[in-house]
């Protein structure tokens, strides 16, 4: 199976400042790929996901993720992060279809 | 509320015992799957039912065991529990497969003392 690695573990940022969340997969064949986020006390809920075509896919609150399939990688961005933002950040993917792996999650702490 | 609902929502019980953890998929989802989350581990799968049926299986110990009744509900036993078990366990549904993504229930907190 196909694993997945998610370089930092914990990032702290100021308010406006841009941010990029490492995500990288061992698998070669085609992959679906996606990011979740975890505020808080609460369920974790898709940023956005990668089937095929333009490489960069954007998501909601601004976040977008560029596939380079060279790299094997899935990085996550957003250009100016909020107090909001605060939350934990899961990369996944799937091969099979059967299931998700899921990388170890990157702990995003915005202060004001 | 993301429409699936997982009981309870914490749950503390001793070593050595048993409990039932209860999911029900959002409205139209026929496949069901469960995660187990710790500090350490982050988040394992487990197994993925699809319209009662066991489709795939992750890390799951022996002493566990999941179903997916008629009605698609779905409830995962943990038996002879440990103290490692204690960790959040989630539940996720989607239409079909994963290949569109999940969306998660609450999770449900477990404390094994």
């Known amino acids: 199976a196909q694993s997945v690695s998610q370089h930092n573990h914990h990032v702290i940022l100021s308010e406006a400042a841009s941010l990029e969340l490492g995500c990288n997969y061992s698998?070669?064949?085609?992959?679906?790929l996606f990011w979740y986020v975890q505020y808080p006390g609460q369920h974790l809920q898709l940023l956005l996901k990668y089937f095929s075509g333009d490489p960069l896919v954007k998501g909601i609150k601004g976040f977008e993720a560029e596939f380079i399939k060279s790299k094997f990688s899935f990085n996550l961005r957003k250009p100016s992060v909020q107090w909001s933002d605060t939350a934990e950040y899961f990369c996944?993917?799937?091969?099979?279809?059967?299931?998700?792996?899921f990388g170890k999650g990157t702990s995003l702490l915005v202060t004001p | 509320d993301s429409g699936v609902t997982q009981t309870p929502k914490h749950l503390i019980t001793a070593t050595g015992q048993r409990v039932t953890l209860r999911c029900s998929p959002r409205?139209?989802?026929?496949?069901v799957y469960w995660y187990q989350q710790s500090l350490d581990q982050g988040l394992q799968f487990l197994i993925h039912?699809?319209?009662?049926?066991?489709?795939a299986k992750g890390n799951i110990l022996e002493r566990f065991s999941a179903q997916q009744f008629p009605d698609l509900h779905s409830e995962l036993n943990l038996s002879s529990l440990e103290l490692g078990d204690s960790a959040l366990y989630f539940c996720a549904s989607s239409v079909q497969g994963a290949n569109y993504g999940y969306t998660f229930g609450s999770g449900t907190r477990l404390t094994v003392v």
């Open positions: 409205s139209g989802d026929l496949s």
């Open positions: 698998y070669g064949g085609t992959v679906n």
């Open positions: 996944a993917v799937t091969d099979s279809g059967y299931a998700l792996n």
């Open positions: 039912y699809y319209n009662g049926e066991e489709r």
